[in-house]
């Protein structure tokens, strides 16, 4: 039953992510090949400095909401659920909103410190909103295995967003590039919660109710893992746009323009480990809060396995033939070839990685992924620091994959010895 669920998932995620990868891949050529290096540039160091900023928000209501949803499904407990889900659709708000203030008082300086357009202000408010909802709400949607609904809308939003980035390029309208991001995301939100106020009595309806539930445990496990997933993957996920407002900040827009290619690229390699996380994670929740350890083994071994072998197929040829790839953006980006292929290998050995960290997400071992995304965040930063006055964007590559090879590293030595103990434990 485990193995025809995970595959149905997987299904759904495949061609949900699909499109997921396929959206800033197609924005990227489509603004490269009309509007060149410069406006690319600048639009992807406005679109990185507000992805880090929901980061923080998305990852820490979002992750948890994902984890304890599901977890609280394999117990079958019914105020527990309630409760985790109605406050990942409400408490955000004012999160964001304390976010956005502060933004708007210090606007002047972050537009000049980063070179942002200061007329983006409204638009990246609305962005940073509904991105962040966007986030928690797909997160949401495998929480409660609506897998395929959410595939479904995912899919829709995305064909929304696709009409509107070829009708700004067609119309030659660059000032209006960020606002197809947005119309996408409200697009999703809105559907999203349509569907999740017809599905509730559905959703809620095998939970039996727990009497004299004492809601303080679940608030300090929900905040505790809330938190240290927030700093950790926050600081892992948040590298890549920190390494693109680097290039903004010490290099040129132009050059920012290159590496978004390059990132756009990746970006379509990353959707690999979004699906096996996004399915993997509520399982290995729900498998751990009913008690099926021998299932999590099994489940490892094979998508570990699984993993390497597609990571090969697709990752060799992108090595060998980079260039070639990176002309679709025009040929003038070929030249970032090399920064792809300093990258890549950092790539393959996240993808192979992925059920690992999942386990030691979805189980009691939270804390070492995110020591592994402060390592990448951390060594990052200290090699861009130190490389990219001399080497240029060649040292933004070296700082990425140097960074994400060593936190890496320390997460597989750490799954395996906390698998190790996982076992004998039970």
């Known amino acids: 039953m485990l193995k025809s669920r995970l595959f149905k998932n997987s299904i759904y995620t495949v061609a949900a992510l699909s499109c997921v990868g396929l959206v800033p891949f197609l924005f990227n050529i489509l603004v490269a ?3 060149g290096k410069e406006v690319l540039g600048e639009v992807n160091i406005a679109l990185s400095f507000s992805l880090i900023i929901t980061l923080f928000v998305t990852n ?11 977890e609280y499904r394999g117990r079958n407990y019914l105020e527990p659920f309630k409760f985790i889900l109605f ?16 933004l708007i008082w210090q606007w002047d300086y972050f537009s ?19 991105r962040s909802y966007y986030i928690i709400l797909r997160r949401l949607f495998y929480g409660v295995d609506l897998v395929k609904n ?52 559905t959703i809620i309806d095998p939970l039996q109710s727990v009497r004299h539930y004492n809601y303080k445990p679940i608030l300090r496990d929900v905040n505790k893992y809330g938190l240290f997933t927030m700093i950790g993957t926050s600081a892992s996920t948040g590298t890549g746009y920190l390494s693109m407002i680097f290039t903004g900040y010490y290099l040129s827009t132009s050059d920012a323009g290159t590496y978004s290619s390059v990132l756009a690229i990746i970006s379509i390699l990353m959707f ?26 099994k489940t490892l071994k094979y998508t570990i396995a699984s993993l390497t072998a ?32 300093i990258i890549l290998p950092s790539v393959f050995l996240r993808i192979v990685s992925v059920p690992l960290i999942t386990f030691l997400s979805g189980t009691k071992y939270v804390l070492y992924p995110n020591i592994g995304g402060i390592i990448i965040f951390i060594s990052s930063v200290i090699s ?36 190790r103990k996982f076992q004998l434990e039970h």
Not at 87 to 102: A, D, E, G
Not at 171 to 200: A, D, E, Q, V, W
Not at 332 to 339: A, D, E, T, V
């Open 310 to 341: 597609i990571a090969l197929v697709i990752i060799v040829p992108l090595f060998i033939f980079s260039d070639t790839i990176l002309a679709i953006f025009g040929p003038s980006f070929s030249n970032g070839s090399q920064i792809l292929r």
């Open 272 to 297: 690999l480990p979004r699906l096996v996380t996004q399915v993997l994670l509520p399982e290995f929740s729900k498998l751990y809060g009913a008690g099926d350890y021998a299932l999590i083994i």
């Open 384 to 419: 861009w620091y130190l490389l990219v006055p001399s080497l240029n964007l060649i040292g933004i590559a070296i700082g990425y994959s140097f960074g994400i090879i060593l936190g890496i590293v320390y997460l597989i030595i750490m799954s395996g010895i906390k698998l």
């Open 33 to 35: 090949r009309t509007f």
């Open 150 to 201: 959410y595939a479904i809308i995912e899919i829709s939003s995305d064909l929304v967003f696709f009409i509107s980035i070829s009708l700004v390029t067609s119309l030659n309208l660059p000032h209006l590039l960020i606002h197809t991001y947005l119309m996408g995301y409200i697009f999703f939100t809105i559907l999203s919660l349509i569907l999740l106020s017809k599905k509730y009595k």
């Open 87 to 102: 406050s990942i659709l409400i408490v955000p708000v004012l999160f964001l909103t304390i976010i956005v203030l502060f």
């Open 112 to 130: 000049s410190q980063f070179s942002i357009q200061p007329e983006l202000l409204l638009p990246i408010i609305f962005y940073i909103y509904f």
């Open 60 to 70: 820490y209501f979002g992750t948890a909401g994902n984890k304890f949803l599901a």
